[in-house]
């Protein structure tokens, strides 16, 4: 079977024999896939509603993958540490996602990876991470349908950290490739458009002035 370009990309991020749980799978096409490809030692997946949890068993046996467990709760809270070292939450907004880490004890254990790709609220996810000692070690872009998202691999460490305010908007993606370029571009242009228009704004001066100097430091990583 064939996976979109953003779940072949969070496939790719997937350590091979690891216990993978794809939460939110609603689907399940993320979960087939890894069941098919027999190179995970074990896969199950999660979604809060029975409807999606319901197409996922449909497509999940249509496409022959009828062992991967299937789960009805939110989030992780049925999950243990015995059924997952690698933890995917994709496809949700970063303050869900956040939530769902948060509630989720067994995560905060440096063996366990947790794969994220929001949809909107990267930096809120990005924020949330930092502030509860889980490191960022890998984040890609990706470019799909006229969007571009982030997808971020990390661990917990027990160590909270800050980060700049670049940092909280382009995590620690370097403009290293087109999709790259584009995430960093865009993020310029919003700080760009946010100090143009605090600009004579009298009582928002500090914002205005926060939104240019991001805007400048985004250029200059962008070396334009
Ligand atoms: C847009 S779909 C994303 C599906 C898939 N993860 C992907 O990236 O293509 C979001 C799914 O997350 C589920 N969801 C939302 N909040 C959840 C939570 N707290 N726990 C588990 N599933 C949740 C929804 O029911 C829905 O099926």
Do not use: W
């Amino acid at each position: 079977m064939e996976l979109s370009k953003r779940l072949s990309l969070i496939a790719t991020m997937i350590n091979e024999g690891s216990s993978v749980c794809d939460v939110g799978t609603d689907h399940g096409y993320l979960p087939a896939f890894l069941y098919l490809s027999g190179k995970y030692k074990s896969v199950c997946a999660t979604d809060i509603n029975q409807k999606p949890l319901d197409s996922a068993r449909k497509n999940l046996e249509r496409l022959g993958a009828g062992g991967v467990r299937l789960v009805l709760c939110d989030g992780l809270a049925s999950i243990t540490r015995q059924d997952a070292d690698t933890v995917i939450v994709a496809g949700m907004g970063g303050e869900v996602i956040s939530g769902i880490i948060s509630r989720a004890d067994f995560l905060r254990d440096n063996t366990v990876e947790i794969i994220m790709q929001p949809t909107t609220a990267a930096k809120e996810l990005r924020h949330f991470l930092s502030q509860n000692g889980f490191l960022v070690e890998i984040e890609l872009p990706l470019q799909e349908n006229g969007k571009i998202y982030s997808v971020m691999k990390a661990r917990y460490t027990g160590k909270p950290y800050s980060l700049s305010n670049e940092q909280s908007v382009i995590g620690i993606l370097k403009p290293d490739s087109d999709d790259a370029i584009q995430y960093i571009q865009k993020q310029y242009k919003i700080a760009l458009k946010c100090a143009d228009s605090l600009k004579d704004v009298s009582h928002k001066q500090d914002e205005y002035k926060y939104y240019l100097e991001l805007s400048n430091n985004l250029k200059n990583i962008l070396g334009v």
